[in-house]
């Protein structure tokens, strides 16, 4: 029971991260169109930049459960990069898919640089700074506040994008330049700050998931290529550009992590790809995903 207990939280614990990444993925393109390869480097920013920040806390006395709402700041605070990624890409969007794909992987390699700049090449990480929040006993068992808080921040970010797009007078807008974006632009809808606007949130969905795990794990030079693996599972089973398939996607591929790592860590990512391969061969749209006619 403990060891199905610990399988459940880890491996939510960690969809939670992965849905933030795979949610702007999802939104980029559910828009834009683009494939966004770079979105594991934002993560690796996020992981990166948060541990220096909470470094800059703690070095000012701050006291250490205020390590959380600074992570988030981080995260939040690099979506600054997101105009100017997406004044870059602006040149592609009607170019063919593969040039998206070049320069978005162009992009993972020139951020891999900017880290190694900034960062050096060693792993860096924040030690058991997570459990300052303590555990909830439950019973025989317990989890880590921290993961219930990621989990919870999660869930409530994952809610409030669902409601923004369906509720909200601009989430409508975002919906029809998705469907339609030569008749948005006829109707009056600013197309080019829409976009920025929806590359900024995808950029910061990246950011914070990346900052958010640097408690529980070492940010590397490896993060990038490793999320956009994970990520890409998560589209190709929850289907391109839908936010229900993005956070079923990240479940199955949290789960399955966890409980490989457990049984048999050797088949972490061949367990992964397994449901990827039975997926595409059951419904090659994905879970949520729209048949292309």
């Known amino acids: 029971m403990t060891a199905f207990f610990d399988i459940l939280i880890g491996g939510v614990f960690h969809a939670a991260v992965l849905f933030l990444v795979a949610a702007g993925l999802q939104l980029v393109f559910g828009v834009q169109k683009i494939v966004n390869l770079a979105c594991g480097s934002f993560y690796a920013l996020g992981a990166y930049f948060g541990i220096t920040c909470v470094n800059w806390a703690i070095a000012g006395h701050s006291p250490q459960w205020l390590f959380l709402p600074v992570l988030i700041a981080a995260g939040i605070a690099l979506g600054v990069i997101g105009p100017f990624i997406e ?31 900034f960062w050096g090449a060693n792993p860096q ?39 923004f797009l369906q509720r909200t ?20 809808v600013n197309v080019r700050w829409v976009y920025a606007c929806v590359f900024t949130l995808g950029t910061v969905l990246g950011t914070v998931g990346g900052a958010l795990v640097v408690p529980t794990a ?23 550009g839908s936010m229900r398939g993005a956070l079923a996607g990240a479940l199955i591929v949290g789960l399955m992590r966890a409980a490989a790592i457990v049984f048999y860590a050797e088949l972490e990512i061949l367990a992964i790809y397994l449901v990827v391969i039975v997926v595409l061969i059951a419904r090659p749209a994905g879970l949520f995903g729209k048949a292309v006619e």
């Open 218 to 240: 070492a940010a590397s030079l490896d993060m990038p290529v490793e999320l956009v693996v994970e990520a890409f599972a998560v589209v190709v089973i929850g289907g391109l």
């Open 125 to 163: 990480q924040l030690g058991n700074l997570s459990m300052s929040y303590g555990k909830i006993e439950i019973g025989a068992l317990s989890v880590p506040t921290y993961n219930a808080l990621v989990i919870a921040a999660s869930v409530m970010i994952a809610t409030g994008i669902g409601a």
């Open 87 to 117: 004044a870059l890409l602006r040149t592609i969007y009607d170019r063919d898919e593969s040039f998206q794909l070049l320069l978005t992987f162009a992009l993972v390699l020139i951020f891999q640089d900017v880290l190694r700049f």
């Open 169 to 188: 007078r601009y989430g409508r807008i975002l919906r029809a330049t998705a469907e339609n974006r030569e008749m948005s632009e006829a109707l009056g």
